[in-house]
Every structure is written in structure tokens, then in C-alpha cells.
């Protein structure tokens, strides 16, 4: 059975038992304890975890995922993956065991075809329905039934939902080691394929567990582990799931797979990187330094080094990228759709890097034969920091390379400069002082979640009831209302700021942020006290508020316009939307064009003229998305969704405040774009009353100019290329007259007189006018030139020019010393700069005396 086969046929088997079939998630999880989606059950947690009201009852997926930990030891195994794909079936308070295990046991020995007789079940050791369920439903004989305790029972946290799995294992037979089962056997012969994990406690912070007054039922099974034994293959790279990967990674390093241990090694490994590399760049993932962009350029890092190892320089982009579409692309259409970026991405980045390990070998291997030379093992971690932090040299590229060597890198000594890079980066910052999860999540139990009011001017005060009230440090609180007008943070759009005024109390609200998925916290400076139960009167500032839909519904319009001017592959990568500017990330990999850029900016404002109405839509996820509506970064959508047409070219998925029509932004005017990093770009923007404050300021500005310039403003431009002509000119004539001056310094200094050496103080000059002096001098017949003195600006220069014996270079280190500084140069010029004027005549004295 082929990859293909192998999802349609799960996919259809729970299809027609009643599940709802729902799309990959990304590999961007809306849970920000997440760096990754981990598994088959993260886009539904919300739902396990009782925050959110799944839309179905049953679910099925083919989950995207990746986990990093295994990312070392990625080719040496051959069924280690980062990214893998994930089966799962689903059910919220719906079925439970019997049928979970009916649906599993039906879809293994009959859609799948494995032989029952290899087949192993272990189950929790207090979970004796399971086990009776196995027996008596499903069939299978009670001694491949075993128990085992904690590694049979899942939680998802310290506290919280949890339960008894059973997991369901493959007999490899004899030829992998010892029988035995799961429990006793060799774990290279029974496989582990499938979790089943029954939902039906909670665990309370003492430990204790409850039973759920509603159970679920959350399954995964590994897809390519599945597929490896569905077709009793000896490793998961020898599936038609890898065929193109492993063909194009052999034709990048021109071995074949078996020629050596170390080649297998390197072709699994630019194999399994190249697909994974490939699906997060499709789901939004850039290359960086810091979280999920690091981890996605150590893999592309990994997979070119691999490729190098074995002696090839061909680029390796482009053929992973294409290896990976001929096998994914039906499944995720995305990796089609944006080839052109991705293949951008990800070889912009190859490209970098590059040059990066050409200059950080470099240097690798200057410290390796200096550190042999000197007989120790263990690499200097200050010298591993250095090539990190100057270089882009990973730590674990480093460690590798050192391991093929024979040495270690002194962690310890890394770990500290990180650690001391890492408290420069905090010094600055301040946390916020604001209420545990678990304080939050006992106000939404209580109360539920806080209902938002405040979309219409006409809601901006309210009054409503508090239902919670946390007090924190320094006089400040987090209060929880009923109701609110207050929007809390989210889709880029910043929370509202106001007051929540009650008879004993006001709190001056600073933020508004969204806690335990749905309850809006008002955080700010407590006056009195606010008391639960009473009755309030919620205010936001409505002046700020409606610069703030200004500026988002602008930012629709600039994200629909980059995608007009520049191509469909624009995709944002955040933003923000403050009442004084909005700010806008978007996936680009090369500048924009001027012409672009006017095209954007006019594009913009030609739908703010056409003033057209702003539209919002109630829609199912699945109608929004046939309406072409597009989705913005991090936001997070369920089953019903708001779609907001702005004018005729931006409908988008959002959740946020917008203007009634596009008139009311006022002008809009793009202050900046530049790079902040590889294949990312911003805009930043301002639109309304701050855009026309920004025209008036230009325009004084402009005036200014004009008025010293003594010409008109629209003249402003030739008179300015006037006085820049006339500035070059004077310059020039300048440099000449100093060029002059110079050489006659020169011809005093050498003079009638023949002597092979001269050693002089010459103040007034600083380094460069010496050295082009010293030059003139040794060019006038003086065979060794030292010059010194202090410049204008009061700082010491010292020269020294040779024929390269004495070296230049060794006379400036020792003379440097005398005048408080130090300098470098060639072993026939020198040059220093010091601190210390009172020194320049013993450094003359010392520098006669070393000429003789």
C-alpha cells in the first residue's frame, strides 16, 4: 500500500462511521506552550480541555507534526523523523472505549490487512474494561493482553484531563529479538503503531483524580510507521514516501545509498531534513535565530553540512523542495500553490549559509590545530560562543565537527556567555505582574466566558457586574466583568485602555487581555476596591479606539495590496495595531521596487477615496474559505468565523474592530519598509489624524529648506544639486591643497640629508595624513620612517614605515604600548592610536634606539 492509499483509506474508514473530516492544522499551533504542533491532538485541545464547544461530536485528521528533540540523531537511526504525520480519530463525550476499540481493531485487520496473530495489546494496569473489551470485542487472546502501569496512562499536564491508553504493537518475529510481548520482549521487534487513549479523569493539583462528567476519546497512530509495516519494510526511507527524497539526495552527493555507513548516513539525512524543511517553510516558518526560525535553520543547516561532508558543493534546495511536492503535494496543496517561495526561502538561506561555513570552518580549524598543537581535547566554549554569536556557526554544527576530531566543546564555558548574552537582553525588560493560569481558569469555571459589547460607538460605556477580582503588586489588579467594551489583545490588534468605575471603587485600565480561553482581563491601577457581585460601569477611551480601527482596517487594505502588487506568496507574519502607527510582517524575499512601492501606497488610498462600505459576514470556516477570504498570522479561528470585506480587494478572516466605511480611515501613508530579517519585510504605517500631522511636519520641514536654500519649494531639489556640485568642488580643491601640504611635510622631514632614518614628532595630524607622509618620506630615499604626535582632536598617532626589515608591524605592538594603545598593519606599515600624549616622546627615544 502506497502513502496515498494509506491516508485516503484511513480517512474514508472513519468518514463513514460518522467522523467529521478535518484538515491538517499547521504546524504553527495556537498554543503558545507549543514551539510546534506535536501531535494529532493539538488543534483539538481547547475542545479536550473545556474551553472551547467543539463544532462535531466525532472527528478524524491527518495531522501535520514536528517534534525537534530528535533532530541529533536525524540519519544515524533509520526511523527517526522531526516531521512525521499523525492519524487520529476523535470523540468528544460521543463514544468511548468499546467502540474506539472496535473502530481501531476493524481498521487494523481488515482496511490494513495485518495479521491478528501479530498483534499485542498493553493496557493500564487498573483498566480492567479495556482489557475485557480486547478480549471479548475485538478477540484477541488474553496473553497478548498486558498491563503496564505509567507508561499505559496519559495526561495532558500536572493537572487536568487524563486517563488509561492502550497502545497497540506489531510483531516484528524472531529474526528482530526476544519474545516476551511489549512488556518483556526486544523493543526492536514489537512496534508500538497506536495510542488509544480514553479520556475519563481529571487530576486535581493533590493528585487526586475525578471521573470526567464528559469522556473522550483521542487516538494516534504514526502514518509512516504504519506505512513501514503495512508493507514489511526494513526502514521507513525505503517506503515510496522517501523514494523521490532519497533519489534526489543521492544525486546531490553522487553516491548511492549503501555505498558506506557515513553516505547512508548523510542521504537519510538531507532525505528527511529536506521534507521537513520544506513543510515548515510552507506553513509560515522563517528562518531565524530564535525559536521555531532556529530550529528550521539548524535542519537546513544540517542537511547542507551533510551534503559538503561527503564531498559535493551542488545546491540541495531546489531538489528536496521538488522530491517533497512529488510526494506531498496532493495531500497539502500549499506546497504547489507557493513552490516559488518556499524554493526562495529556503535556498536564500542555503546561500547564506554557505559563506557562513566557509568562513566559520575557516576559523574552526585555526582553533582545532591550535588547540592540538597545545594538547587538550576540549574546545574553548568563548571560542564556540564566538563562532555562534559572530559567525552564525550553530553550537551543534560545532560539536560535530569537533566530535569527528576527537574533541568536546567546554559546554559549561558556552552555556556562560549564552547566559550573559541572554541578562543583556533582559536587563531592560520589566514583567508584568498579573494572575496565575490557575486563578484565571477558577473565574471562568465560575463564570464562564466575558462577552464582548464594545463594537459600536454606542457601546463604549456599559454597565455590567464583576465577577472576578485579582489583586497583584504595587497598588494594581486584573478585574473580570460580565460583559465588556474593552477588546482584548489579539490578532495584532492591542487592548483597549479606560476605566471600570463601581461605587467603592475605579480601576484605571492600562490592558486588556484574553486569559483561560475566553475570559477578558482588565489589568490597570486600583483606586478603593472593586468587590465581586457589583455593579459597574465599564468606559474605554473612544478617541483611541477609533484610531485603532483606523489603523486596522488599513492594515487590511496594505495586506491585500502587497498581495495585488507583489503576488499571492505575500503572507504575513504579524503585526501590529496600535492608535498611533500599525505595523505589518509580511513573507517577501527581495525588496520592494520603488515602482511597487508607489503602486502599494496608491492602490491604498485609491480604496479609502472609493469610500465603499465595511462589510462583516458570519461564516462557517469552510464557506469563509470559499469565499477566498484569507487568513491573518496567529489568529484563531473555530468553526463559525467573522470574514471582513474592506472594499473591493480585502476580505479576511478577522475577529477585530474595523471602520463602517473605508472614507473614515483618512489618508494612509507608508513611513517605512525595510528587511528585519531572511525572506521578512515591514511596513509601517499611520493613517488618519496622524497621517495629516506627519504632512504638516514634512511640509514645515520642506519649508525650512527652502527658506535656507533661498529658493522655492518646488525648486528645492535643483538648488539642493546646486550646493552638493559646489560642496564636491570645494572638497576636492580642499583635498588637493591638503595632498600639497603633506608632501612639503614630507620634504622637511627628509630634508637635504641622506640619512636612512628618521624618526620625528609631527603634531597636528592624525593617523592617515602620517601614514601618507611616512609613505612620502620612505619614497624621498629614508629606508625606516617613525612618526608621532597628537592630532586636533587631542588623540596620538604613531607610523612606522619599513622595507620590511625591521618588521612594521612588531615595532608599532611594542612602541603602541608607550602612548596608551595599540594598532596593526603589514610588516612594512604600521600604524597606533593612543590615549596618552606624555608618551609619545619615550615611544620616539625607544623607536631610535630599536633603528640604531
Same mark, same amino acid.
Given at each position: ?367 582545532? !590545530?591550535?588547540?592540538?598543537? +597545545? &594538547?587538550? =581535547? @576540549? *574546545?574553548? %566554549?568563548?571560542?564556540?560562543? #564566538? ?54 481558569? !477558577?473565574?471562568?469555571?465560575? +463564570? &464562564?466566558? =466575558? @462577552? *464582548?459589547? %464594545?463594537?459600536?460607538?454606542? #457601546? ?393
Amino acid at each position: 500500500m502506497e502513502a496515498a492509499e494509506l491516508r485516503s483509506r484511513f480517512l474514508s474508514y472513519f468518514a463513514e462511521r460518522g467522523h467529521t473530516v478535518v484538515p491538517s492544522a499547521s504546524l504553527i499551533p495556537h498554543d503558545p506552550s507549543l514551539l510546534f504542533t506535536i501531535a494529532g491532538m493539538v488543534p483539538f485541545k481547547p475542545y479536550f480541555a473545556g474551553e472551547e464547544v467543539p463544532p462535531f461530536t466525532r472527528a478524524v485528521s491527518v495531522q501535520k507534526c514536528f517534534r525537534a528533540p530528535d533532530i541529533d540523531i536525524i540519519g544515524t537511526t533509520a526511523r527517526h523523523l522531526t516531521f512525521f504525520e499523525m492519524l487520529g480519530n476523535f470523540s468528544f463525550g460521543d463514544y468511548f472505549k468499546e467502540d474506539a476499540i472496535r473502530f481501531a481493531w476493524g481498521l487494523i485487520t481488515e482496511g490494513f490487512g495485518f495479521d491478528p496473530e501479530r498483534l499485542w495489546i498493553t493496557v493500564h494496569i487498573s483498566d480492567t474494561d479495556a482489557a475485557d473489551i480486547w478480549r471479548d470485542v475485538a478477540g484477541i487472546r488474553a496473553e497478548r493482553i498486558q498491563r503496564l502501569d505509567e507508561d499505559n496512562f496519559w495526561a495532558m499536564g500536572d493537572t487536568g484531563p487524563c486517563g488509561p491508553c492502550s497502545e497497540i504493537y506489531f510483531d516484528k518475529g524472531p529474526d528482530f529479538g526476544a519474545d516476551g510481548g511489549p512488556a518483556f520482549g526486544d523493543g526492536d521487534r514489537f512496534v508500538e503503531f497506536w495510542n488509544l487513549v480514553f479520556m475519563q479523569n481529571s487530576r486535581g493539583s493533590d493528585g487526586s483524580l475525578t471521573d470526567l462528567p464528559r469522556k473522550n476519546i483521542d487516538t494516534g497512530a504514526g502514518f509512516e510507521r504504519v506505512l513501514l509495516l503495512q508493507n514489511n519494510a526494513s526502514s521507513i526511507f525505503t517506503t515510496d514516501l522517501f523514494a523521490p527524497l532519497m533519489e534526489a539526495s543521492q544525486q546531490i552527493i553522487g553516491k548511492k545509498y549503501g555505498s558506506s555507513p557515513t553516505t547512508d548516513i548523510a542521504i537519510r539525512r538531507i532525505a528527511e531534513h529536506g521534507r521537513a524543511m520544506s513543510m515548515l517553510v510552507a506553513d509560515g516558518v522563517l528562518p531565524g535565530n530564535e525559536g521555531r526560525g532556529y530550529v528550521l535553520r539548524r535542519i537546513i543547516r544540517r542537511a547542507i553540512l551533510a551534503a559538503r561532508r561527503e564531498g559535493s558543493e551542488k545546491s540541495i534546495a531546489e531538489a528536496v523542495l521538488n522530491a517533497t511536492i512529488e510526494k506531498m503535494g496532493d495531500a497539502y496543496p500549499v506546497l504547489v500553490n507557493d513552490r516559488e517561495t518556499i524554493s526562495s526561502v529556503l535556498q536564500r538561506e542555503e546561500e547564506t549559509f554557505s559563506r557562513t561555513l566557509r568562513a566559520g570552518m575557516t576559523l574552526l580549524n585555526e582553533e582545532v !590545530a591550535g588547540a592540538k598543537k +597545545s &594538547g587538550t =581535547t @576540549t *574546545f574553548p %566554549g568563548t571560542t564556540a560562543f #564566538r563562532l555562534h554569536d559572530t559567525h552564525g556557526f550553530p553550537i551543534e554544527l560545532t560539536m560535530e565537527v569537533l566530535e569527528e576530531q576527537g574533541m568536546t566543546v567546554d559546554r559549561d564555558g558556552f552555556n556562560a556567555e549564552m547566559d550573559l548574552q541572554r541578562e543583556r537582553a533582559r536587563s531592560a525588560a520589566k514583567l508584568k505582574a498579573v494572575g496565575d493560569d490557575s486563578a484565571h481558569r !477558577a473565574i471562568f469555571d465560575e +463564570s &464562564g466566558p =466575558t @462577552t *464582548f459589547l %464594545g463594537r459600536e460607538v454606542a #457601546r463604549y460605556s456599559l454597565e455590567t457586574s464583576v465577577v472576578g477580582v485579582l489583586t497583584l503588586e504595587d497598588g494594581r489588579a486584573e478585574v473580570f466583568l460580565h460583559s465588556t467594551p474593552f477588546y482584548a489583545e489579539s490578532g495584532g490588534q492591542v487592548g483597549d485602555t479606560g476605566a471600570i468605575v463601581t461605587e467603592s471603587g475605579r480601576l484605571v485600565v492600562s490592558d486588556t487581555q484574553s486569559v483561560a480561553g475566553g475570559l477578558v482581563s482588565h489589568r490597570g491601577q486600583l483606586t478603593g476596591e472593586i468587590i465581586v457581585g457589583q455593579t459597574a460601569v465599564a468606559t474605554i477611551d473612544g478617541a483611541r479606539r477609533e484610531a485603532i480601527r483606523r489603523n486596522h482596517t488599513a492594515t487590511h487594505l496594505l495586506h491585500a495590496a502587497l498581495r495585488t502588487v507583489l503576488g499571492d506568496h505575500v503572507r504575513q507574519q504579524g503585526s501590529l495595531v496600535a492608535p498611533d502607527r500599525l505595523r505589518f510582517d509580511f513573507a517577501h524575499t527581495k525588496g520592494v521596487a520603488r515602482e511597487e512601492f508607489d503602486a502599494i501606497v496608491e492602490m491604498v488610498n485609491a480604496d479609502v477615496i472609493n469610500n465603499d462600505d465595511v462589510e462583516t459576514i458570519d461564516a462557517t470556516k469552510q464557506e469563509a474559505e470559499k469565499m477566498g477570504a484569507v487568513a491573518f498570522f496567529g489568529d484563531k479561528y473555530g468553526d463559525r468565523v467573522r470574514v471582513v470585506r474592506a472594499g473591493a480587494h480585502s476580505l479576511e478572516f478577522c475577529g477585530g474592530t474595523h471602520v463602517h466605511r473605508l472614507g473614515d480611515i483618512g489618508h494612509i501613508q507608508v513611513v517605512s519598509e525595510a528587511s528585519i530579517g531572511s525572506g521578512t519585510r515591514r511596513i509601517e504605517a499611520i493613517s488618519g489624524s496622524a497621517s495629516v500631522r506627519r504632512s504638516r511636519e514634512l511640509e514645515a520641514v520642506l519649508g525650512t529648506v527652502a527658506t535656507t536654500l533661498k529658493a522655492s519649494i518646488d525648486d528645492v531639489i535643483p538648488a539642493l544639486e546646486r550646493v552638493l556640485e559646489r560642496q564636491k568642488e570645494t572638497d576636492k580643491a580642499l583635498s588637493a591643497l591638503r595632498q600639497t601640504n603633506l608632501a612639503s611635510l614630507a620634504g622637511e622631514l627628509r630634508g637635504g640629508d641622506d640619512r636612512p632614518i628618521v624618526v620625528a614628532r609631527v603634531d597636528g595630524y592624525d593617523v592617515d595624513d602620517l601614514r601618507t607622509v611616512a609613505q612620502a618620506v620612505r619614497s624621498r630615499g629614508a629606508r625606516s620612517v617613525v612618526l608621532a604626535g597628537v592630532s586636533q582632536d587631542h588623540k596620538v598617532a604613531l607610523v612606522v614605515a619599513t622595507p620590511g626589515d625591521p618588521d612594521a608591524k612588531a615595532l608599532v605592538k611594542e612602541l603602541g604600548g608607550l602612548i596608551g594603545g595599540g594598532g596593526g598593519g603589514s610588516t612594512e606599515l604600521a600604524t597606533a592610536g593612543g590615549k596618552n600624549p606624555a608618551g609619545v616622546e619615550s615611544a620616539l627615544s625607544r623607536a631610535t634606539e630599536l633603528l640604531g
